[in-house]
């Protein structure tokens, strides 16, 4: 990755590094990650208490959705450990290209969608981040600061599940996130953990656009009826209980998980599915909320 000083190229190349106290290092960092948000409509969180609930697909579905509708969408893969945002969107072979004097482009997945992911910068799918909070601070402070968003309408930021390191320091760097969506599955643990999501934001002050029950029912291949595998409901139950919006549910289609696979999103190949029409209502939810 590319890091900047007040130079405008990497730190240890800059002829005033020497002298560049790490004071003036850090101002001009947040400069950097100031310039670039200023730029951008709206920015906000996608959130899960716990793993396995669906939150990146829920957060690439509902970026195609917008994006389709003429937004112009980044998305920023927070999840150092586990960044499979590329892979989902098919781009996961892709490389970032240096942008004019400093900093580095985003891959653009297609029109109107942009992304960034630690992803792009492993030497093969197998490779481990083994990186300390310090290291994925630093990292965040450069895809926040020194990735050329350019002017968006929305950034996504798809957060590792929890609410540790990556959460905090998007928080500690943006200063204002606009927003955050708590994604969730029905059974009892992982609306357990969901509740601790939303208390995360509001200690935070984040103010919390809403609550996605995500694989709230099966749509049956065979027969098209829904059947109950995780429960039904819980999601907006927990939602109420926390005074929180609920934007919708979202039907598990074993179709999903092909389209994960093969990295196309969802909503763009079944544009005729019930769980296209679910994501379109969450978008027309979240676009109200945000207005």
């Given at each position: 990755m590319v890091s900047t000083c007040a130079g405008g190229t990497g730190c240890k190349s800059c002829?005033?590094?020497s002298t560049c106290s790490q004071q003036d290092k850090e101002k001009h960092s947040q400069d950097l990650i100031d310039a670039a948000m200023g730029a951008i409509g709206k920015k906000f969180m996608v959130l899960s208490g716990k793993g396995g609930v669906g939150k990146s697909s829920v957060a690439v579905n509902l970026a195609a959705t917008l994006a389709g509708r003429g937004k112009k969408i980044g998305i920023l893969d927070a999840d150092i450990h586990g960044p499979n945002i590329p892979k989902m969107l098919g781009i996961d072979d892709e490389r970032p290209e240096p942008a004019p004097g400093a900093g580095i482009f985003p891959i653009c997945a297609a029109d109107n969608l942009h992304v960034?992911?630690?992803g792009f910068f492993l030497q093969h799918e197998e490779q481990a981040v083994v990186w300390r909070g310090p290291m994925k601070h630093g990292v965040m402070k450069q895809f926040l600061g020194e990735v050329q968003w350019g002017e968006l309408d929305y950034l996504i930021i798809d957060l590792p599940p929890g609410t540790g390191d990556e959460?905090?320091?998007i928080s500690h760097l943006?200063?204002?996130v606009d927003?955050?969506?708590?994604v969730t599955t029905p059974q009892d643990v992982a609306l357990l953990d969901s509740k601790k999501s939303?208390?995360?934001?509001?200690?935070?002050k984040i103010p919390l656009i809403?609550?996605?029950e995500n694989m709230s029912g099966m749509?049956?291949?065979h027969c098209g009826e829904n059947i109950d595998l995780f429960k039904s409901g819980g999601g907006e139950e927990i939602a109420k209980k926390m005074q929180v919006p609920f934007l919708g549910r979202v039907p598990l289609d074993p179709a999903m998980v092909l389209c994960g696979d093969e990295g196309k999103p969802f909503v763009s190949t079944h544009p005729e599915s019930p769980v296209t029409a679910a994501f379109a209502g969450i978008a027309d939810a979240w676009e109200r909320l945000l207005a």
């Open positions: 002829d005033t590094a960034m992911s630690v959460a905090l320091s943006i200063g204002k927003g955050a969506v708590i939303i208390s995360f934001c509001k200690e935070l809403g609550v996605v749509l049956c291949p």
